[in-house]
């Protein structure tokens, strides 16, 4: 099939064979006969570094099991242009770790008005990153994988307007494929 598509499109397009791909876009990908490896080793290095944060002491998770921010926090504002970077930098990193979503989309909900609690709770995922730059995402090669989706909400958490946080990831074999948060009414 997928030689069939390739040819196809040689004929339409001016194409090359450039063998298997080992990195687009930032990310890093390594192919070996028990799967494939997807990874952005190198990104959170530079996010480290652009954010001056190289030397900073790791945690363990990307955000405190109890955090509860508000859109009128009574904290000083910070740079907006830098909180939009740093959030910006975060989200092209879920890409390939689904582990930080969960804290990135927490701290994308205060992109209009940063204040500094809400700086700090985007540093502390920056923290968890420089202790795993090595993770990312193992797709095996087994024919019997199965879909399976995991959901859960907390009905109501969002101190600023009772929405509701639900989210959701899917994954065949060994990895996600899909995970998603997101605020209800």
Wanted: aromatic fraction near 12%; proline fraction near 2%.
């Amino acid at each position: 099939m997928f030689d069939d598509f390739k040819k196809v499109m040689t004929n339409e397009f001016e194409m090359t064979d450039v063998g298997q791909m080992s990195y687009f876009l930032g990310v890093e990908v390594k192919q070996s006969k028990d799967g494939i490896f997807m990874s952005q080793k190198k990104y959170p290095e530079q996010i480290l570094k652009k954010f001056r944060m190289e030397e900073c002491k790791l945690v363990s998770t990307p955000a405190e099991a109890s955090i509860k921010l508000r859109v009128d926090s009574t904290r000083e504002s910070v740079n907006l242009t830098l909180f939009k970077s740093l959030v910006g930098s975060l989200r092209y990193l879920t890409f390939t770790r689904p582990d930080i979503m969960y804290a990135v989309g927490l701290v994308s909900r205060y992109m209009e008005k940063p204040k500094q609690d809400h700086f700090m709770a985007a540093k502390r995922i920056l923290r968890f990153m420089k202790g795993t730059f090595d993770h990312g995402l193992f797709y095996t090669h087994f024919q019997d994988s199965k879909l399976v989706c995991y959901s859960d909400s907390d009905y109501g958490g969002d101190l600023d307007d009772g929405k509701s946080t639900s989210g959701y990831a899917f994954h065949i074999g060994s990895a996600i494929f899909c995970g998603h948060q997101r605020s209800n009414r």
